[in-house]
């Protein structure tokens, strides 16, 4: 199980997302929240387990070279930062006026809940791709691990039954608590007050509705995808309760460094070596490109660092379908003076040429400490 899927996180959430989400979660699976509810104890087990491990810098940082969780909180030691389950409302257990009005809140907001519909939450997840895919696009087969509907109750949470007595308030509809010499009587949660049972809580998901699916999905990449680009599913996140519609999946694409060609906006740089001879007189030469090798003409006299621009030879734009420039920088790279032949040639090159580099040097004394 991925622990950024369980808390509904990015791979690159802060610790203040962390908290925010384990807090949002805690509340809403926390035990005491959900008294005898096993389904919600399991998952808040997972949720304690995801934010015990990636709050911690050292444990998260093994979690995302390894993708293992070294260990597991126990269940009788989970922090949780920011609330006060201290106030118990377990019925005649409770024992105080303030218990009791804590009851009845948590009563009523148990009941909103059990009819309020609520959208899913969205999920999160991250594919790295190479950059000639990223250019070209492609279809990318990726998993997702969600909450669907329960199989066995249809995502209603309970299974229908023939009619019996209530067996919590034996048919009465209500169940009286004392505090002190005083008795309250409350309508019995287990049959909402009609003190019978027409259906008994799914014992598949617990109530809960949803239980965990993996399915597998196909994103369809669009060519000139950027570093950090986010791609939205829509209907692809954990399914809501009571009829709510889903979340969606959000899939963050990290594209993998080229050795050649550097991306900036739609346009592509690349360097490529020019020898002396080409750089002097002039020459065609061949260049790599994103559609395959391409041809530049150098001009004579053309100097290091120099750039020429190819039209259209870029990244096709996903704003209007345009595509970028290919820019191409020289660089002149030295000959290996193997043998006394060239040598010599270049001795004599440079006598020949000496003047006209020493008059361009003076040519431009002026220019020292300027910028263009």
Not at 43 to 65: G, N, S, V
């Amino acid at each position: 199980m991925d622990l950024y899927i369980i808390l509904g996180l990015e791979r690159g959430a802060t610790p203040a997302d962390v908290k925010r989400a384990y807090k949002r979660l805690a509340r809403k699976f926390h035990p005491d929240i959900n008294p005898g509810d096993r389904m919600a104890a399991a998952h808040f087990r997972q949720i304690a387990e995801a934010y015990e491990t990636l709050i911690d810098p050292d444990r998260r940082r093994r979690y995302d070279a390894t993708g293992a969780v070294t260990s597991r909180p126990e269940e009788s030691d989970v922090g949780f930062e920011g609330f006060d389950f201290s106030v118990r409302v377990s019925g005649a257990d409770a024992s105080t006026f303030g218990d009791l009005f804590a009851d009845v809140l948590f009563q009523r907001e148990a009941r909103r809940r059990e009819h309020t519909v609520e959208r899913g939450i969205d999920l999160h997840q991250s594919v790295t791709i190479s950059f000639e895919t990223a250019m070209r696009g492609a279809a990318l087969a990726v998993t997702v691990t969600r909450h669907e509907h329960c199989r066995s109750c249809k995502g209603l949470g309970r299974l229908n039954v023939a009619e019996t007595r209530c067996p919590q308030c034996h048919g009465s509809g209500s169940v009286k608590s004392a505090r002190g010499h005083m008795v309250f009587s409350k309508p019995c949660m287990a049959c909402g007050g009609s003190g019978h049972l027409r259906h008994v809580t799914c014992p598949t998901c617990g109530g809960q509705q949803v239980e965990m699916r993996t399915e597998p999905l196909t994103l369809e990449l669009p060519p000139g995808l950027a570093d950090g680009a986010r791609i939205r599913v829509p209907g692809k996140g954990h399914v809501g309760r009571n009829g709510g519609e889903a979340g969606d999946l959000y899939v963050t694409v990290h594209v993998q460094p080229h050795p050649l060609f550097r991306r900036d906006g739609d346009d592509i740089h690349v360097t490529v070596p020019v020898a002396i001879h080409e750089a002097a007189l002039g020459a065609k030469i061949e260049v790599p490109s994103i559609d395959g090798p391409a041809r530049v003409r150098v001009p004579p006299g053309t100097r290091s660092g120099q750039r020429f621009r190819l039209r259209e030879r870029g990244v096709r734009s996903l704003r209007d379908g345009t595509r970028g420039d290919l820019i191409v920088e020289v660089r002149l790279v030295l000959p290996r003076l193997l043998d006394e032949r060239s040598k010599e040639l270049l001795r004599e090159f440079g006598r020949i040429n000496s003047e006209s580099v020493r008059s361009w040097y003076d040519g431009h004394k002026g220019d020292e400490g300027h910028t263009g």
